[in-house]
């Protein structure tokens, strides 16, 4: 074992700093990130705000701009 969890999370980020450049190892640390609220629900409610109707408006509106 190489020693406690605090030397083994820094060599790990030393590691993917190595490996992955500061920039990828943030992306690589996001998709662990955990994330808060209730997923499902915030889909249902973003979903039933934004018809197909009222959305391809917001693109014709767009691209007239």
Do not use: C, P, W
Not at 23 to 46: I, K, N, P, V, W
Not at 56 to 62: D, S
């Amino acid at each position: 074992m190489i020693g406690n969890l605090n030397v083994i999370r820094s060599e790990g980020y030393r590691a993917l700093i190595s490996q992955l450049g500061a920039a990828g190892t943030a992306q690589f640390l996001r998709q662990f990130e955990r994330g808060s609220g209730d997923y499902t629900q915030e889909r249902h409610t973003m979903l039933e705000k934004n018809t197909v109707d009222k959305i391809a408006n917001r693109i014709k509106t767009r691209k007239a701009e």
